[in-house]
């Protein structure tokens, strides 16, 4: 079955740094649209950034400039290299993916804390 597990969450001071990947298993990744998504506590959760299967890439306003999306094809694997982290960053983390639509599928999700 399909299966997506986030690492790289950890705790952080503003302006600092994190590598959040997923690693996929159960389908032909390079098929699918990934995503990553983030839900503060409280909050709803917003979707942060998407690598479609062909291969476009879009950010949502608030981390553009700040963060990057990639994958690889061939290690099944999704990575989100965030930088100049702030408070508003923080939440929890998840990675998802779908044949269209990346949200057919998530992880169980990585905490990010960014103190000030």
């Not at 740094?17 to 503060?40: E, I, P």
């Not at 700040?66 to 998840?94: C, H, W």
Request: aromatic fraction near 10%.
């Amino acid at each position: 079955q399909v299966q997506l597990v986030e690492s790289g969450g950890g705790s952080v001071q503003s302006g600092g740094s994190l590598r959040l990947s997923c690693a996929a298993s159960g389908y032909t990744h390079s098929r699918y649209s990934m995503a990553w998504f983030r839900q503060a506590p409280g909050k709803e959760r917003e979707w942060v950034a998407t690598s479609d299967r062909y291969n476009n890439i879009n950010y949502a306003d608030s981390v553009k400039g700040r963060f990057t999306i990639s994958r690889d094809n061939a290690e099944n694997t999704l990575v989100l290299q965030m930088g100049s982290l702030k408070p508003e960053d923080t939440g929890m983390y998840y990675c998802a993916s779908g044949l269209v639509i990346p949200q057919d599928y998530w992880g169980q999700g990585t905490q990010v804390t960014v103190s000030s």
